[in-house]
């Protein structure tokens, strides 16, 4: 049985209250009724979420926020000086140790939690406190993949940031080009992955291939804004940033081709719309 993770398990008894799952090994955990709206019989199989409660496996179909592994944001429900709850997501409220809370946990906050499982009590548990910046091994990433990020914090090179629930990266400050906001999400794109297994991730894509994203932003800003905008290659960093959310390299590289497509005019201090 994988504990903290979806899974598909098969029907081997029916009882008042529901059912009783097996895995191929033969382990068994217990879905409430509550839970199947439809008929099913001994043999059927099941998607399900396993987790524990009083020391016994049941089965959810429920999603949860996050799986053992993963990270989410989650909200404190109850707050005990040894622990706090959080809401997972699920029935089952997900219980962090004090001794695993990075500072003292609120109730009706959110807060960036990991899950895992605690090998001593052999419980899935929940923490606040992890490395910033790990090294990795055999990472599914390749340079320019597009991820999902979770914003964690603000540091003095840059953003850390979680990518696709599992990895730790990094945002350098160079490549920030709007405002962020701690457990925030926003798209990415894998920028380097280090020899040392660390991860860089830039906030826009990175080549010529990847311009037509900016062509449009572009577009669409002219549009809103009567065809004018009051940005051109001579232009500040800062001005384009604050135009437009992304570097002027990127800049240049689509009014370059929104001129040569016959889109644009570029003009000294600003670009139309044709």
Known sequence: MQLGKTQTLTISEQINSGWILVD????????????????????????????QDDDKLKATT??????????????????LPSGAFMDWGIIKDLFIPYKQ???????????????YVDEDME???????????????????QKGDKVDLLMMNESELGWNV??????????????????????????????MIREDGKIDVSLQPDGFENIDEFKQKIINRLEENYGLLYVSDKSSPEEIKEELQMSKKNFKKAIG?????KIIDILDDKIKLL
Do not use: H
């Not at 592994?69 to 989650?74: D, K, N, P, Q, R």
């Not at 809370?101 to 899950?115: C, M, S």
């Open 123 to 141: 419980l899935i548990t929940g923490t606040t406190k992890f490395k910033r910046n790990p090294q990795y091994d055999d990472l599914p990433f």
């Open 101 to 115: 809370q990075k500072t003292k946990i609120i109730e009706g906050k959110r807060y960036l939690v990991y899950i």
């Open 24 to 51: 191929e090994s033969g382990e068994k955990a217990f879905l409430p009724k509550i839970f199947i709206q439809d008929e099913k019989e001994i043999g059927d199989e099941v998607e399900v979420f396993v987790y």
């Open 257 to 261: 081709g929104l001129y040569k497509d």
């Open 62 to 79: 429920e999603i949860p926020l996050a799986e053992v592994g993963e990270f989410a944001v989650m909200s404190c429900v109850q707050s």
């Open 162 to 191: 979680v990518i696709n629930k599992k990895y730790i990266g990094l945002i350098y400050a160079s490549d920030v080009f709007k405002k962020l906001y701690p457990l925030s999400k926003e798209k990415g794109y894998i920028k």
